[in-house]
């Protein structure tokens, strides 16, 4: 019963109060490099929850089995095992996008945001909250690399998921470069650490 | 004290043996799911190709693998360009020209182009099989105004940054040289390779 | 690949200027974030990862070559090559604990953190999907990890510098340092129009 209820504070809690990019600031490799379209963002998000779901199921159901001395190891393999296969699905049936995500699909292993899900919750929690907190984690991350590949995506290239929005009017390409991603993330933090200062201050 | 100087030992011993077991079920659950998709990847790779040859060749009917073993091309600039494949444009019985797959190195790794290559050793027209450039930068070469430049020109094509291109030259993209350089080095190098089929087709 | 000084000499630009690890192809941010606020942990970390990146280069490319080809088990690629690396850290933590005590004072610290970042286990990868050599992977290793040497060392002094500016609250710590990267990057930007 308790857990039901509780769906939306997981979903609070991973999207807003926890959220994996802007305030635990994990995960920031595939944040920069996907962020430049809004489409890779999303694909990005997606590949990254399944993993996050899968792996802290898995990861729950075997926490009593684990030898405690090898956790790290065993949660690596089974991380790895989870991408690999989102990796060849990927491969097989959407191309175009495991294309333009290229290296950072099996760079999925070492995103910290899931091994520090593995190790902080999932090695700790029954199966379903921890596949419950590996969903929200991975929205709250999605979300994330949406704000900012949205950003990117408009001022970089003009276009928002592939659609022509001024007309002919150069974009500001700086944004759609690396240099740009740094800036673009830079600014989302300090509105999230600007928000969190004011709600504090109203407490 | 027997059992105190053999406690470590079996320790370790469970621990490999748990951790063993699963990297073992791990890469049998992978191996699994590359079964699924391996053929699914080669048939999407295959339909991907044959559609791109029709692209290039509409007018051909069918096309005959050449088996080509000449290796990479150095393009005048120094730099490798891989071939990865060479096929006869055939109506009926004849050969109305060639179609050569080339995969130079742009910005973000290598990008896959089709050439076709007309008997007469000038481009039909160009496809890019795959990808992965900095989105709105570097994909700009899918743009008709970059790669129809190409259209009729013949081997030693050259780059120019700005200007009006004269009879065999073509104007690289200002923002994404790296990409556009690429692309330029893709086609010289299938007409190159086209040269060398088509000439001793003739004979 | 040809092998001469010339060719070395251009892979080596390449590698450590124009195709930064950090600025340009946003690999290893974790660590370049997370250990640039003093010079000399930069440095360490830099010279950890070198090592460790280059000995990892090696070590995946014969995996590669001569265990997962011949076993045609290509796909198990991504699981095998964090294996090896996450096992070659502790190794190599280990040897240098009990034969060279002075670096290990040195990088020891450093050495745990290696196995989750994304710029080693990116770099194995890269070094087979661009089908190098084994001499070319070990060299790719080596000078992608001097750029991020490079990097880290140069953005910690800038973050020296911003540690006694005065800055907006909203942007203290973490954002001013992305910021800070983001005109690092641009600078580095500069070198991708070399064409060699």
Known sequence: MKERVSFLAFLKNGVIDNNPTFVQLLGMCPTLATSTSLLNALGMGAAATFVLICSNLVISLLRKIIPQKVRIAAYIVIIAGFVTMIDLLMQAFVPALSNSLGLFIPLIVVNCIILARAESYASKNKPLPSALDGLTMGIGFTLALSCVATVREILGSGTILGFELFGGVAPLTLFALPAGGFLVLGFFIALVQFLKDRKGGEK | ?203 | MEISLGAIFVFAINAILVENLCLVRFLGICPFLGVSKKTDTAIGMGLAVTFIMTLSSFITWLVHRFILVPAHLEYLRTIAFILVIAALVQFVETALKKLVPALYSALGIYLPLITTNCAVLGIAITNITENYGLLYSVLNGLFCALGFTLAIWIFSCARERIEHSDIPKAFQGFPIALVTAALLSFAFMGFSGMEF
């Not at chain 2, 990479?72 to 494949?85: M, R």
């Open chain 2, 1 to 203: 004290m027997a059992s105190l100087s053999k406690k470590p030992k079996s320790d370790i011993l469970r621990l490999s043996v748990t951790l063993c077991l699963i990297a073992g079920i791990t890469a049998l659950l992978v191996a699994a799911v590359n079964a699924v998709t391996a053929p699914e990847i080669a048939r999407r790779g295959e339909l991907k190709t044959a559609q791109s040859l029709k692209a290039v060749m509409p007018e051909a009917d069918s096309f005959e693998d050449c088996g080509y073993s000449g290796g990479d091309i150095t393009s005048a600039d120094g730099k490798q360009v891989p071939i990865d494949g060479v096929w006869l444009a055939k109506s009926g019985n004849e050969t109305v020209g060639c179609c050569v797959k080339v995969s130079p190195k742009g910005y973000g790794g290598a990008i896959e182009i089709i050439v076709g290559v007309t008997g007469d050793g000038k481009v039909a027209a160009t496809q890019i099989v795959s990808m992965s450039e900095t989105s709105g930068i570097g994909t700009k070469i899918q743009n008709p105004e970059f790669y129809g430049q190409f259209v009729g020109k013949s081997a030693g094509i050259a780059g120019i940054k700005g200007g009006t291109p004269l009879k065999n030259e073509v104007q690289t993209i200002s923002g994404a040289t790296k990409s556009s350089s690429a692309f330029l080095r893709g086609v010289n190098a299938a007409l190159t390779v086209a040269e060398s089929i088509n000439g001793g087709e003739q004979k």
